[in-house]
Every structure is written in structure tokens, then in C-alpha cells.
């Protein structure tokens, strides 16, 4: 056997060359979710996040491309496979984390909820204009009291005749004031079990706050939704989830996307510091020069290609049926940190260019800060993975 040696050269954001695992159809989604960035994200990003505004149109313009409830099939979504889903959210992160946020809590969370648990005519309602992003939706599982333990939640259904009356209070729902619909948990009076119910924005009693100061996820509406005995009709019950199970098999779709935004993230900040760092003369030469420099490009492009290439084997796996929950949790534990680590060195190569927003990475680092928060905290994560192996359970 002869050895070979390519001749192909080493491209930096994709050091171990993964374009070549992709099929051309994967490849095409991917680089037209990129040109989508580039064009319609990249320019205003910046002014979105210092203005703490993600424009409505955006919803319209990604459902345009297919990229709503991009992995259902049927109701006007596109049925496309599971990596092909995360390749655009890793395009969509590196944009921004609150655009890649948009697409997951539409797609993801709430588009999934009513996909999976809702009736046909629940279906045949609300997909086709969420997949056209006429109408936006949101997810509301956590309250104030109730973050990472969302078993201990308040929000209560209780049933007046066919008719079901929730109360209480949701925290940190994202899109929750722009909103057209939401998907709310409520544990219900009677078999105490936890229930999903389609709350439509206009519905009495139902209002929404938005969270403002907020120092993350600024280009993201985040909002408080408040339940006053909101009166529903039976048919606002999504029929099949009667447990945490339902919420928690909708964050296993939204989880999965992020082990693949995150490493887009990372990618971002990468790019961004390798650039700076060739273009930065000090002491009479590039920074990149300087080996102190040069370990951390040689370390985070390490990251970025792990993360890269951890997200494509859970991606195969889920279009596989292999994917378990504790699969998605190491990816969203592991590649959530990495970015973290990713865009806090890219910031420091950047020196005070790094605190501005002319450059994407202290955006990206302040957006991570919520991306390890939310869909569970870098600590929930490593408890699933750590029950996995030892069969303890470590939470309560
Ligand atoms: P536990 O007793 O273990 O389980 C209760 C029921 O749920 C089932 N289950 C799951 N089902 C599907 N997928 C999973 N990953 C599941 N994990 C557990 C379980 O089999 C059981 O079913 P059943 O039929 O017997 O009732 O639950 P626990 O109360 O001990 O909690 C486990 C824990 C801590 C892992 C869970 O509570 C958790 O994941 N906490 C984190 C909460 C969280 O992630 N919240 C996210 C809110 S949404 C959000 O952040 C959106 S941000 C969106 C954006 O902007 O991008
Ligand atoms: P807590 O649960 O109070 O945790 C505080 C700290 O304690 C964390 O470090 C945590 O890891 C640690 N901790 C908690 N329990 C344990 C334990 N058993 N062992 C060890 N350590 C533990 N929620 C929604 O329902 N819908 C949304 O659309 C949504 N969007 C969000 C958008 C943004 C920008 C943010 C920041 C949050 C959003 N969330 C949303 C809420 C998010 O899911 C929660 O913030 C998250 O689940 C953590 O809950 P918490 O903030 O109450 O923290």
C-alpha cells in the first residue's frame, strides 16, 4: 500500500476538513443559511444588539428560506433530516445567538410541542403560518421560582366545566411579547400531572412583559408572561403530554440545535481573532507572530473543530435514531463551553477592540453567558451525563 499525502490545503475553520463528511444537499443548505447571514444578519447585528431589538421581518424571511420548523415534516415545514437542520443553526449562531434562538424557540420548542403532542386540527391551525413565520410562538416552562427544577412549577390548570383556567406566571420566555402564540406548562388541580396548553396572545387575562437591561442575548426579546385565571377551551390542551416528559422532549430538539449553534459561535469568534491577530502589528510584527499568541489560536481552533465535528456525529446519530437525552446533554455541556472558552480568548487577543461591538466576539461572549444558562445549565447538563455513568441521581 502506498502512503498518500493530499495536497489539499489546511483551511483554519475547518482545520480537520468536515466539508468533506457533508452530502452536496448538506452542503448547499449550509452555504445558503451563510449567505443569508451574511447578507440580512451580519450588517445590523451590531445595531440590533445595542438597540436590544431582533426586527419582526426576520421571522418571515427565515421562513421564507425553510429554516422554521425546518426538520418536521408535513403542515408546510420542510422534513429536511436532522444535521442538515443543525448546519443552519450552526450558520444562524454564527450570526447571533438570538437569531439561532428565534429559530429554535419557533421550531424547536413550540412548533414541536403542538407537532408532537397537538391534535390534527391543532396541527392544521397553527404550523403552516409558524412555518411561514407569520406567526411567531413562544415556550413558557420557566417561572421565577422554578429554573432548572421545573417539576416545582406554580402555573396551574385547573378545569371549569369542558373549559380549562390557567394561573400564574411564566419568566424568561423568549419572544414572549411578540409572540402570537404561546405554548404555556401548567401542572393541572386534579391528577397534578404537568399540561401543555396553546394560549393565544390576545386572550384575556394573558399579558406579557418584556425583561429589559438585560446585558445577553440583546438582539432577543425576553419577557415575563403573566396568567390571570385565562380562560381556554377544552381544545387548547395538547392531548398527549401529561408529564415533564412533554416540555422535556421539546428542549431535546432545542438542545440538539445548540451543540451545533454553539460551535458556530465558537467558529465566529475564531475567525475573528485569527484576522485581528495576522492584521495587529506590536513590537514590529503581527501578534500572530508571538507564540503566546499562537498557542491560543493552535487551542481554540482545536475547540472549534471538536465542536464541529461533536455536533456532525450527534446529528448523524439522531437521523440515525441513535440520539439519546444524555447524548444531547454531553453536546450541549461540551460545546457551550468550549464556545464560552472560544470567545473569552478571542476577546482578550482583540485587547480593547474586544470590548467594542465593531467586532462580533464580546457580543458572542456575552450571548453565551445565556446560551450556558439556558435549556438547561451547564450544570443540569453534566448531572445527566454523570447519572448516565454512575446510575446515581445527583439533582435533588
Ligand atoms: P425526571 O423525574 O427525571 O423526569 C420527569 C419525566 O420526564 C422524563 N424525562 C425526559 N423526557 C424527555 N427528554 C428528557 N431529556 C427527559 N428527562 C426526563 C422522565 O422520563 C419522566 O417521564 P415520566 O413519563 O416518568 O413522567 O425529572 P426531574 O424533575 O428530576 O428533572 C430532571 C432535569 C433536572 C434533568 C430536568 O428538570 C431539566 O432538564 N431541567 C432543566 C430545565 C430546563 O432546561 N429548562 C429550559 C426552559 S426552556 C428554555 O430555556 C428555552 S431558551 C430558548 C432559546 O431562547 O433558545
Ligand atoms: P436556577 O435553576 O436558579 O440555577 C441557579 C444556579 O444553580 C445555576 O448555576 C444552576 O446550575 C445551579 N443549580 C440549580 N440546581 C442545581 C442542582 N440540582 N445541582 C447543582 N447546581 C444546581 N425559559 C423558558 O421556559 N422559555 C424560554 O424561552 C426561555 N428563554 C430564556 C432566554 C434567556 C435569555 C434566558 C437567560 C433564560 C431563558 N429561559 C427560558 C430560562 C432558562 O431556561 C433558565 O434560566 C434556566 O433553566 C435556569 O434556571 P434559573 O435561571 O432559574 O437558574
Redesign the pocket.
Known sequence: MSAHVTTEAIRPSDFLGLDHLLDDEERLIRDTVRAFVADQVLPYVGDWFEQAQLPRELARELGKLGLLGMHLRGYGCAGASATAYGLACMELEAGDSGV??LV??QGS?AMYAIHRFGTEEQKQQWLPAMAAGECVGC?G??EPDA?????SMRTRARRDGSDWILHGQKM?I?NGSVADVAIVWARTDREHEIRGFIVPQGTKGFTAQDIHRKLS?RA?VTSELLLDDVRLPAGAELPTA????G???C??E??YG?VWGAAGAARACFEAALEYSLGRVQFGRPIAGFQIQQRKLAAMALDVNRSALLALHLGRMKDAGRLR?EH??MGKLGNVDAALEVARTARQILGANGVTLEYPVIRHMNNLE??VT????AD?HA??VANALTGI?A??
Open positions: 439561532r434562538s429554535s424557540v420548542l415556550f416552562l420557566t429554573g432548572s427544577d421545573p417539576a424568561w423568549t442575548l432577543s401529561s408529564s415533564l416528559h416540555p422535556l422532549s428542549l431535546n432545542a438542545r445548540i437525552p444531547v446533554s445565556s446560551v439556558y435549556e438547561g445549565t443540569v448531572l445527566v441521581q439533582f435533588r
